[in-house]
Nanobody, 115 residues
Framework: QVQLVESGGGLVQTGGSLRLSCAAS????????ITWYRQAPGKQRELVAQ???????NYADSVKGRFTISKDDAKNTVYLQMNSLKPEDTAVYYC?????????WGQGTQVTVSS
């Protein structure tokens, strides 16, 4: 069972930046893809960004041009660089080796963007 640990969340003002990290207990080469999801209070969990083993990336329209997903295979870590943050980015951010209902999930990290 893969273990994933997120870190890097916090409180930031509108327009600010944060970098989230997702550290995996196994080599990223053993995981087909790592996906960041987020869930805001009262809202459904939504996909934010995904990176596959080969480096292919995918983003939600709402974060394109502002967020960048990347990985360091040597550190078994996936990053989510978040720039130009907006209050609507406020949510708990999770990384997963699977998707809703399957795979391993981290405990989540809170991101709060103040207006």
């Amino acid at each position: 069972q893969v273990q994933l640990v997120e870190s890097g969340g916090g409180l930031v003002q509108t327009g600010g930046s944060l970098r989230l990290s997702c550290a995996a207990s196994v080599s990223l080469f053993n995981i087909a893809a790592i996906t960041w999801y987020r869930q805001a209070p009262g809202k459904q969990r939504e996909l934010v960004a995904q990176i596959a083993t080969g480096g292919t990336t995918n983003y939600a329209d709402s974060v394109k041009g502002r967020f960048t997903i990347s990985k360091d295979d040597a550190k078994n870590t996936v990053y989510l660089q978040m720039n130009s943050l907006k209050p609507e980015d406020t949510a708990v951010y999770y990384c997963t080796s699977g998707g809703p209902g399957f795979g391993s999930w981290g405990q989540g990290t809170q991101v709060t963007v103040s207006s």
